[in-house]
């Protein structure tokens, strides 16, 4: 399976989205943040290459945490050669294997750039940004059957999987909970290829579902 590089980074949103746009443009020449709508209600910009993506995402108008936009790179190895110079470096300085490890190093090798080619203020997004936004999106998306809730992502394919376990016979309302769930996941990070969901009853063998999952929602 084919080597990616993944990391995300947190814009201070102290300018409008366009100037941040155009200040990472500098950064990325010769390829150009273009204004997007694949990220349903949110504004977004996207660029680049087959095997090389860069995404800017703004915030909907009815967030309540309006102190940050996200700036995300996903790299394939057959994309390193589409990297702008400013970037040339991003497989030296990332960790070569595990997903949390190479999410983290390639997080802070690009805050790191960004920081020394724009006036942006930025920090890394580390895995823990990850699942905070999957709990805040579940919490929102429960049935009073669900106990727990879980999910994997693999960075390599772009797969994501989420799960609930269920207290009785799941029932058509806890499928339309984690569909919707998953679909508000998806559009909040773009480097999503695929999706799986699964509500599975408690007491099951949730091992063939799941292997290794995060846990994100756990009824007390």
């Known amino acids: 399976m084919a080597e990616r590089y993944l990391g995300w980074a947190t814009i201070v949103a102290d300018r409008p989205l366009d100037e941040v746009a155009d200040e990472l443009n500098a950064m990325l020449a010769p390829l150009v943040l273009m204004e997007t709508d694949q990220f349903d209600e ?8 087959e095997d090389l993506e860069f995404t800017l995402q703004g915030l909907p108008d009815d967030a309540e945490d309006r102190r940050y ?10 994309g390193i050669e589409d990297l702008p110079d400013t970037l040339r470096n991003l497989v030296s300085e990332s960790a070569p294997e595990g997903t949390s490890q190479r999410i983290g190093a390639a997080s802070a090798f690009l ?3 960004i920081r020394t080619y724009t006036t942006l203020q930025c920090q890394p997004a580390y895995s823990s940004h990850v699942e905070n936004t999957v709990a805040d ?5 429960l049935t009073r059957r669900v106990s727990t809730a879980a999910f994997q992502w693999n960075a390599r394919d772009g ?4 799960i609930y376990l269920t207290t009785e016979l799941p ?6 909970a984690i569909e919707l769930a ?4 998806v559009a909040e990070f773009p480097s999503i290829r695929t999706t799986a969901t699964d509500v599975v009853l408690i007491n099951e ?11 994100v929602y756990q009824r007390t």
């Not at 977004?44 to 290459?49: I, L, M, P, Q």
């Not at 936009?69 to 057959?78: G, N, P, R, S």
């Not at 029932?171 to 339309?176: H, V, Y």
Request: proline share 4%.
């Open 42 to 49: 949110v504004p977004g910009y996207e660029a680049g290459t």
């Open 69 to 78: 936009y996200y700036f995300d790179i996903l790299c394939e190895v057959e």
């Open 205 to 215: 063998d949730t091992s063939a579902v799941m292997a290794d999952p995060c846990i």
């Open 159 to 162: 797969h994501f999987q989420l």
């Open 111 to 113: 805050c790191d750039r």
């Open 171 to 176: 029932c058509i309302e806890d499928i339309d």
């Open 137 to 141: 999106i579940v919490g929102r998306n």
């Open 182 to 185: 998953a679909t508000e996941i």
